[in-house]
Every structure is written in structure tokens, then in C-alpha cells.
């Protein structure tokens, strides 16, 4: 199939590992030209590097999505680098864990700033851009959390969900306008957050593999797997797939629809 997104450009927040670095890498993979934002220089400049071996046309930028001013800049300056922003890729790092019980103000605010604010001051930027040249695809990373709260991550269970509202209202008021919006609920994938998540336990790999033992297929999920869902869903093909939450988990989750 034939994405029909050559020569778009993409800007992908939280792109330096894990889940935003494989959306990167398949969206670059089907011709499109990708900005990778995150805020360490040296993971940006590595996944760009990458990229670019890989024939990507591909620029690197600076964000903290937690930064009031740093989603409206990150699409300024990638527009200045390769062009209006066709795609969107609204990611950062999760909240750290913890229960409600546990969390301040502070904690609040970080997450509220980072995982829900972010996003939507990420879209707000790039949208009337979209809107005006009558295509956009914005695509939120999430979590299944969405669907079914995990226990033990409150400050995540709780902005996920805010931002699955906020896509599902946006995506009906900009469809006309040939934007599509849509959220990816991921189940337990084998990034770096989930290591960090996992690191507690006194063998790494065995809490890998019990963690995947206890997924339907066996195995925790591969961030490519996610990263090729997100090149669909901003494709040209993905036109009427809009204001979705789209699980991809191994079929983890029993909650229907
Ligand atoms: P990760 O920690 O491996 O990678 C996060 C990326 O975001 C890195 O590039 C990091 O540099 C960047 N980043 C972190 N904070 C940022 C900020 N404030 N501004 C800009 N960039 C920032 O995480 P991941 O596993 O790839 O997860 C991506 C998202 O998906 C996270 O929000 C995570 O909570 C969520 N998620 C992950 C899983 C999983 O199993 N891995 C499951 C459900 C949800």
C-alpha cells in the first residue's frame, strides 16, 4: 500500500527513542521529510544521524513539551527547516509513576503541562497551517490507560484521558477541513520507559519476558510496531479514519471497543 505521504512533513515530538523515534523512522521509511524534536541534543542528533543514513531527509530541534513557549516554537523552527508541517506527532515521556494518594501539586502540574498541554498547544500550532492548505494529519501518542486506568499511574491515567476528550472534539471540528486527528493507545512496548518502569525488579530481562508473559501474544510489543500504526494513520489512506483511539496492545485490554 502506498502511504501517499512523499515529501510531507512530519514534526515528531519526543522523537529522539522509543515509541516517537519509531514513528519517525516509518514515517521517514515512506517518503516523508521528518523533523525529530526532543530535548537532549545528543538523542536528537543520533536519531537524526539515523535517519539520514537511511536516506531521510531529516532536521533535528530542541523541545520541552513541558514548556509553556516550547511546542508553538518547535513548529516555527520546523517549518523554517524543511517546510509547512503536513504531520504531527503530539509525544513526550509519561508521568513519572505513583498513586493519587501520592501526588502533589507540582506532580500535577508537570503532567498537566508535559502530557496534556503539550499536545494541545503542539496541535494549536500547527493546525491553522493544516486547516489552510486543506490537509493535516495529527496523530497523539496515549496509552491504553485511556480505555482501562493502570493501577499505580494516576498522574498518567489521568491526562491521557484528557487528551483522548480533547482529540475526539477537535477531530470533528477540523474534518472538513481535510485534517484528520487521531490518539494511539499503547499496550506494554519494549522502550526505555518501560525499562524505567520495570527497574525496580533485580533481573531487567526476566521482568521483560514476565511482563510479556502476561500479554495474549506472549511477548511485550516492539516500538515499530507502533511506529508503523502512526505512518498509517497520517497517511493519505487513513483520510476517513478520524477522532479515533486506536489500541495496540496484543489484544491485552478486555475492555470492548
Ligand atoms: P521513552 O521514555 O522511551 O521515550 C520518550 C521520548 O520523549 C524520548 O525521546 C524523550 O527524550 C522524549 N521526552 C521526554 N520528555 C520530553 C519532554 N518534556 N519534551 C520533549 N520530549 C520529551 O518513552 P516511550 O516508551 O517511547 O513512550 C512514549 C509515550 O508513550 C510516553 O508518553 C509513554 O508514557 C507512553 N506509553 C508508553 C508505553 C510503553 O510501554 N512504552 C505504554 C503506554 C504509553
Given at each position: 500500500m502506498d502511504l501517499g505521504i512523499e515529501g510531507r512533513v512530519a514534526l515528531v515530538t519526543?522523537?529522539?527513542?522509543?515509541i516517537g523515534r519509531a514513528a519517525a523512522e516509518a514515517l521517514g521509511r515512506e517518503g516523508a521529510h521528518v523533523v525529530v524534536g526532543a530535548r537532549g541534543p545528543e538523542g536528537v542528533d543520533a536519531a537524526v544521524a539515523a535517519l539520514r543514513d537511511a536516506g531521510v531527509t531529516a532536521e533535528g530541534i530542541i523541545v520541552d513539551m513541558s514548556d509553556p513557549h516550547g511546542p508553538a516554537d518547535a513548529v516555527t523552527r520546523a517549518e523554517a527547516l524543511?517546510?509547512?508541517?503536513?504531520?504531527v506527532v503530539a509525544n513526550a515521556g509519561g508521568p513519572p509513576p505513583g498513586r493519587f494518594v501520592d501526588a502533589d501539586d507540582a506532580g500535577w502540574d508537570l503532567a498537566v503541562q508535559q502530557n496534556l498541554l503539550g499536545t494541545v498547544r503542539l496541535i494549536r500550532a500547527a493546525l491553522p497551517g493544516m486547516r489552510s492548505r486543506g490537509w493535516g494529519r495529527i496523530v497523539t501518542i496515549t496509552s491504553t490507560s485511556v480505555r482501562e486506568v493502570i493501577d499505580g499511574l494516576a498522574l498518567s491515567n489521568a491526562t491521557r484521558a484528557g487528551v483522548a476528550g480533547a482529540v475526539r472534539t477537535l477531530a470533528r471540528e477540523v474534518a472538513a477541513d481535510g485534517v484528520t486527528v487521531n490518539n494511539v493507545l499503547p499496550g506494554p512496548i519494549l522502550t526505555d520507559r518501560m525499562r524505567q518502569l520495570l527497574s525496580s525488579q533485580p533481573d531487567l530481562d526476566a521482568a521483560i519476558a514476565a511482563r510479556g508473559a502476561q500479554n495474549p501474544t506472549g511477548r511485550v510489543g516492539d516500538p515499530a510496531e507502533v511506529g508503523d500504526l502512526v505512518a498509517f494513520l497520517a497517511s493519505d489512506r487513513a483520510a476517513f479514519v478520524n477522532g479515533a483511539s486506536v489500541m495496540i496492545d496484543g489484544g491485552e485490554s478486555r475492555v470492548v471497543g
Amino acid at each position: 500500500m502506498d502511504l501517499g505521504i512523499e515529501g510531507r512533513v512530519a514534526l515528531v515530538t519526543g522523537g529522539s527513542r522509543g515509541i516517537g523515534r519509531a514513528a519517525a523512522e516509518a514515517l521517514g521509511r515512506e517518503g516523508a521529510h521528518v523533523v525529530v524534536g526532543a530535548r537532549g541534543p545528543e538523542g536528537v542528533d543520533a536519531a537524526v544521524a539515523a535517519l539520514r543514513d537511511a536516506g531521510v531527509t531529516a532536521e533535528g530541534i530542541i523541545v520541552d513539551m513541558s514548556d509553556p513557549h516550547g511546542p508553538a516554537d518547535a513548529v516555527t523552527r520546523a517549518e523554517a527547516l524543511l517546510g509547512p508541517v503536513d504531520i504531527v506527532v503530539a509525544n513526550a515521556g509519561g508521568p513519572p509513576p505513583g498513586r493519587f494518594v501520592d501526588a502533589d501539586d507540582a506532580g500535577w502540574d508537570l503532567a498537566v503541562q508535559q502530557n496534556l498541554l503539550g499536545t494541545v498547544r503542539l496541535i494549536r500550532a500547527a493546525l491553522p497551517g493544516m486547516r489552510s492548505r486543506g490537509w493535516g494529519r495529527i496523530v497523539t501518542i496515549t496509552s491504553t490507560s485511556v480505555r482501562e486506568v493502570i493501577d499505580g499511574l494516576a498522574l498518567s491515567n489521568a491526562t491521557r484521558a484528557g487528551v483522548a476528550g480533547a482529540v475526539r472534539t477537535l477531530a470533528r471540528e477540523v474534518a472538513a477541513d481535510g485534517v484528520t486527528v487521531n490518539n494511539v493507545l499503547p499496550g506494554p512496548i519494549l522502550t526505555d520507559r518501560m525499562r524505567q518502569l520495570l527497574s525496580s525488579q533485580p533481573d531487567l530481562d526476566a521482568a521483560i519476558a514476565a511482563r510479556g508473559a502476561q500479554n495474549p501474544t506472549g511477548r511485550v510489543g516492539d516500538p515499530a510496531e507502533v511506529g508503523d500504526l502512526v505512518a498509517f494513520l497520517a497517511s493519505d489512506r487513513a483520510a476517513f479514519v478520524n477522532g479515533a483511539s486506536v489500541m495496540i496492545d496484543g489484544g491485552e485490554s478486555r475492555v470492548v471497543g
